[in-house]
């Protein structure tokens, strides 16, 4: 069992930028790929980006790409996800995401346990 914490949400005005953090619990964390997903207000959970166990390999959606970068420290069992020139479409509840495969999917279904969210509020 994993259980995942996520902090750094906030509050922030377009063109700004914040660190979401997920902490998990588990010896074999450095086994898992990670996902971070968001559900904007009134929307369905979407993909925002993904990283291999090793940090080999990073998927990134197309809305994401470019602004936000995924990262690991698997000697502190924590994810990240850096976001730069955030835009109000950006608004949502983070979740990360753990897949005890490794796959680095884009899909909702590949994970096998979600922290609680943190919500990140981006003004125009």
């Known amino acids: 069992q994993v259980q995942l914490v996520e902090s750094g949400g906030g509050l922030v005005q377009a063109g700004g930028s914040l660190r979401l953090s997920c902490a998990a619990s588990?010896?074999?964390?450095?086994?898992?790929?990670m996902g971070w997903f968001r559900q904007p207000p009134g929307k369905e959970r979407e993909f925002v980006a993904a990283?291999?166990?090793?940090?080999?390999?990073?998927n990134y959606a197309d809305s994401v790409q470019g602004r936000f970068t995924i990262s690991r420290d698997n000697a502190k069992n924590t994810v990240y996800l850096q976001m730069n020139s955030l835009k109000p479409e950006d608004t949502a509840v983070y979740y990360c995401?753990?897949?005890?495969?490794?796959?680095?999917?884009?899909?909702?279904?590949?994970?096998?346990?979600w922290g609680q969210g943190t919500q990140v509020t981006v003004s125009s």
């Open positions: 588990g010896r074999t964390f450095s086994r898992y790929a």
């Open positions: 990283i291999m166990w090793n940090g080999s390999m990073r």
């Open positions: 995401a753990a897949d005890e495969l490794g796959r680095g999917s884009s899909r909702f279904n590949a994970y096998d346990y």
